[in-house]
């Protein structure tokens, strides 16, 4: 996937990751970039900052309607979508014990809207005979993200239907790939630091924190090299691998880590 000419999609996209991604995308050439958010006046104040290249569009992604219609004007106005970002996600802080409201939240952001973005994108991607859809998972959606049991769930389950699109549609010209970044300096993971919340400091302890325009940057490598999981964290293959080959021992080291974390902040 080269950006040159092309025409990209990309949701969540106001601030942090997606925006990262719309500047980038710009600079490498694509022929239009639409960012989607919830937050319409932010969005369009990002997408104005960037250049006539960028276009902000108000969209609420757990609205399967909302979603088909973005999709069916930008096919008319630019003529086709080549990547779809699907980058919108929520976290929750909460345990199984969560509303079920937050549960239900989590599922609608971090996975059905994902559901929608490919009904609504693959039947003209499969009609060209070519197509990309990227899914930000996280890390969370290869490993776990202490303190956070909806996100968790809902992230591990958009790698899984990640990987069941890519196994489905590759032979038909569609690149799937899920972007799965660690600690990314953003205010979900700000906030989260600045309240104290375990699962937090735990992302923090765990390797360094990226800023969304480092992200950006393995992105576009790793489409470039239509990569499927893009690890803009190296130490994620790692800690996957140790977690596969002894999920034991893996779990053991993360509760010692979570264990040690937590007598430092009953020192503090």
Request: glycine share 12%; net charge negative.
């Amino acid at each position: 996937m080269n950006l040159t000419d092309r025409v990209a999609v990309i949701t969540g996209g106001a601030g942090g990751i997606g925006a990262a991604l719309g500047r980038r995308f710009v600079a490498e050439g694509a022929a239009a970039v639409v960012l989607a958010d919830l937050d319409a006046d932010r969005v369009r104040a990002v997408a104005e900052r960037i250049g006539s290249a960028a276009r902000g569009v108000a969209l609420d992604v757990t609205d399967a309607a909302q979603v088909r219609a973005l999709v069916d004007d930008t096919e008319q106005r630019y003529g086709r979508i080549d990547l779809f970002c699907a980058n919108a996600g929520v976290a929750t802080g909460g345990g199984v014990e969560a509303p079920d409201a937050d549960w239900e939240r989590a599922w609608q952001v971090n996975v059905l809207a994902h559901v929608h973005t490919a009904r609504a994108v693959l039947p003209a991607m499969l009609r060209r005979g070519g197509g990309y859809l990227l899914f930000t998972c996280s890390a969370a959606g290869v490993l776990t993200a202490v303190g956070d049991a909806p996100y968790t769930a809902t992230k591990h389950a958009a790698v899984g239907l990640a990987e069941w699109l890519a196994v489905t549609y590759r032979d038909a010209g569609i690149k799937v790939s899920a972007l799965c970044p660690q600690g990314v300096d953003t205010p979900m993971l700000a906030d989260g630091l600045a309240a104290g919340h375990l699962g937090a400091r735990v992302i923090a302890a765990s390797g360094a924190v990226l800023s969304p325009d480092q992200v950006a940057d393995a992105t576009i490598a790793g489409l470039a090299e239509e990569r499927f999981l893009i690890l803009p964290h190296p130490e994620v293959a790692t800690y996957a691998r140790r977690r596969a080959e002894d999920p034991d021992g893996w779990q053991a080291g993360l509760r010692k880590l979570v264990r040690r974390l937590r007598a430092a902040g009953a020192d503090s």
